[in-house]
């Protein structure tokens, strides 16, 4: 069974820095993208980032471009999620996502085929 384990989330200050991590297992997606998406109450699920499989180029969403920064451990089959100088508007529960339907990464929720729990960030001013 296919499994994507979000974790690191939590309360900081605005200000502060918080790295996520998603540990997939069930199966490898070191050729794969991966991506960050977050969903904050009464909005839909927004794209913040993602990364390519062996290449690892990445792209980010304009609103955290420059204070989040993704990466990944193919040995570890883990993905993670830098943020730094958080801001209040940054909160949303955080999902990590993989993409077996193409190599090319995506910014659109439905590019991605599996889907981790979510881990809640809060950030207070």
């Known amino acids: 069974q296919v499994q994507l384990v979000e974790s690191g989330g939590g309360l900081v200050q605005a200000g502060a820095s918080l790295r996520l991590s998603c540990a997939a297992s069930?199966?490898?997606?070191?050729?794969?993208?991966m991506g960050w998406f977050r969903q904050a109450p009464g909005k839909e699920r927004e794209f913040v980032g993602c990364?390519?499989?062996?290449?690892?180029?990445?792209l980010y969403a304009d609103s955290v471009k420059g204070r989040f920064t993704i990466s990944r451990d193919n040995a570890k089959n883990t993905l993670y999620l830098q943020m730094n100088s958080l801001k209040p508007d940054d909160t949303a529960v955080y999902y990590c996502?993989?993409?077996?339907?193409?190599?090319?990464?995506?910014?659109?929720?439905?590019?991605?085929?599996?889907w981790g729990q979510g881990t809640q960030v809060t950030v207070s001013s």
């Open positions: 996502a993989a993409r077996t339907q193409s190599r090319a990464i995506s910014t659109i929720a439905g590019g991605y085929d599996y």
């Open positions: 069930g199966r490898t997606f070191s050729n794969n993208p």
């Open positions: 990364i390519s499989g062996i290449v690892r180029g990445t």
